[in-house]
């Protein structure tokens, strides 16, 4: 496995941002991690400058994979300040204005959606799965995107596993049910432990979205990791979202956690296409006795109290956990059974309001600059 001394050894021959300096001495480099025999690298720039700096990007990734020892390398551009970087002269822009001025379409993709929750275990994964092919069975082109770096689950819901074919620029995604995905968990061994910082997370972010030939989509469902951070304000900052929906399961500390999604998305100004009661109620399968082990309803009224769409609720279910484990949706391997049928209304619920114009929904002037 080559060595982070060998890398930058090498990358001691490719010029910097200014032209002049070499790349490890120019304080640009964000980060610098090997996973395996890849090797991922970020470089700061100034996003003003970031069609001129991608001759760099690209003699500094060849440089890389020329290595004895390295399958692969991703370089990407970031304009997160490395350190040493001076600072800049005036504040930040708020992610309000950040999202306004860097972002930029991906070509063949006409809409970008993002299935968010505010905190893990709700089925938010199993979920994003399920609408996808959902929306697949109402005849769009659809493609997932795994946004979770430090615990992809894509790769098993959809029961894929190898390496993306690549020509060294563009990488060709896997395909399972008719849907194109895409995954770090397809560039990693499973068991591994993704210690990244943030900026790493933003590159490896970008590199999936924007280096993947995905082809013509009619919509690209981003599965987003739990929480509020780095890979949520990436996506609103750098591609135009039209739209989020956020799962959560009935119990109060939950929607805690769901009101938490909702608010970030407002702040970024990407509505809320929705909401989805995971686990929402339980059917013994001997008896057929309903339980509501979380509560029941609960998504329901705090949809209605923040003035979202509610979009359904999926139970808690034996068979959609053992399908799911198994790498087998039941949207798409039970077409005609009840769960299909309800991640397929769900699917249909958030193609009406993306039809309904959902994006010029007007949200809470809440601005942070």
Aim: hydrophobic share 45%; proline share 8%.
């Amino acid at each position: 496995m080559v060595s982070e001394k060998e890398i930058l050894a090498a990358l001691a021959r490719v010029p910097g941002p200014d032209g002049l300096t070499p790349l490890p001495q120019s304080g640009a480099i964000a980060g610098l991690t090997t996973v395996g025999s890849k090797v991922y690298l970020s470089i700061a720039i100034d996003p003003a400058k970031s069609m001129a700096m991608e001759s760099m990007r690209r003699t500094a990734e060849s440089v890389i994979a020329r290595l004895p020892g390295v399958a692969g390398a991703v370089v990407t551009l970031t304009s997160e300040r490395a350190a040493g970087a001076p600072k800049p002269a005036a504040p930040a822009p708020g992610p309000r204005a950040q999202a306004a001025s860097r972002q930029t379409s991906i070509p063949g993709i006409e809409r970008i959606i993002a299935v968010a929750s505010g905190k893990g275990g709700v089925g938010k994964s199993t979920t994003a799965a399920n609408l996808a092919i959902g929306l697949a069975a109402r005849g769009w082109r659809i493609g997932v995107l795994d946004a979770d770096i430090y615990g992809p689950s894509i790769p098993r819901l959809f029961g894929l596993s190898g390496k993306p074919e690549s020509d060294g620029k563009i990488m060709r995604p896997l395909e399972a049910y008719g849907i194109k995905v895409m995954s770090i968990g397809f560039l990693v061994e499973e068991n591994t432990a993704m210690i990244w910082r943030g900026p790493m997370v933003q590159s490896a972010l970008t590199q999936m979205m924007r280096d993947v030939q995905w082809g013509e989509l009619d919509c690209l469902v981003v599965d987003m990791p739990p929480g509020t951070g780095d890979a949520q304000l990436t996506m609103a900052q750098t591609v135009p979202l039209k739209g989020a929906v956020i799962v959560s399961t009935p119990q109060d500390l939950a929607l805690i956690d769901a009101r938490r999604a909702v608010a970030m998305f407002g702040k970024v100004n990407v509505p809320v296409l929705g909401m989805v009661e995971n686990m929402s109620y339980f059917l013994c399968p001997k008896c057929g006795e309903r339980s509501d082990i979380f509560a029941h309803g609960g998504a329901r009224l705090e949809a209605e109290r923040m003035g979202v769409p509610f979009l359904g609720e999926v139970p808690l279910h034996m068979s959609i956990r053992e399908d799911s484990d198994a790498g087998r949706p039941p949207a798409a391997t039970q077409p005609e059974g009840v769960h299909a049928g309800i991640y397929r209304d769900i699917a249909g619920r958030v193609m009406d309001a993306l039809a309904a114009g959902a994006g010029a929904r007007a949200f809470p002037k809440i601005v942070i600059e």
